[in-house]
């Protein structure tokens, strides 16, 4: 099934039975309604890179930042994170250190190559020092551990676009 087939409706009865992922995305969405974070820097013309292949998060995360009027575009590999960033300029990028084609942070390198200028945030479940170690060496901005609350991650975007 998938996911998005099981996410509740507003006036759907909840059961109590809803994945871990589901109930996320549900919290995601109460949490827009709420406009936890006021939007103080971005136009509606700024966009949002998001790459990450679980589907749950990404989701999640379109949901919440849209509702902030951020123009997201979601991929789900690496190499088309580095394709989108070669055709359009992001403002921030959002990656997962582990990606089913290459490794987060080479997408990072490719990305911090074609877009000196683009704040990059890293988001991993499981990392090493090694890799922290390499992602800052590599410019990133911010790195948040999954799972994240998703006032950390407006706070970081917002703190990101702001310097």
Do not use: W
């Not at 790459?51 to 902030?68: F, N």
């Not at 960033?85 to 992001?90: E, K, M, N, Q, V």
């Not at 790195?143 to 917002?158: N, S």
């Amino acid at each position: 099934m998938p996911f998005a087939a099981g996410v509740l409706g507003a006036n759907e009865e909840r059961t109590g039975n809803e994945s871990p992922e589901v109930r996320g995305l549900q919290k995601s969405r109460r949490l827009a309604n709420m406009n936890t974070v006021p939007d103080q820097t971005l136009s509606k013309k700024d966009l949002i890179l998001v790459i990450d292949d679980d589907p749950a998060v990404a989701d999640a995360l379109k949901v919440v930042l849209e509702s902030h009027d951020y123009e997201v575009v979601l991929v789900d590999n690496g190499r088309a994170g580095i394709v989108e960033a070669g055709a359009r300029r992001f403002c921030i990028g959002i990656i997962d250190l582990f990606l089913p084609d290459i490794s987060g942070l080479r997408a990072i390198e490719s990305i911090r190559a074609q877009q000196p200028e683009t704040k990059l945030i890293l988001i991993t479940g499981a990392g090493t020092p090694e890799a922290f170690s390499e992602a800052r060496r590599l410019g990133v901005f911010g790195i948040l551990a999954k799972p994240f609350r998703i006032e950390d991650i407006l706070q970081l975007i917002t703190r990101a676009v702001s310097s």
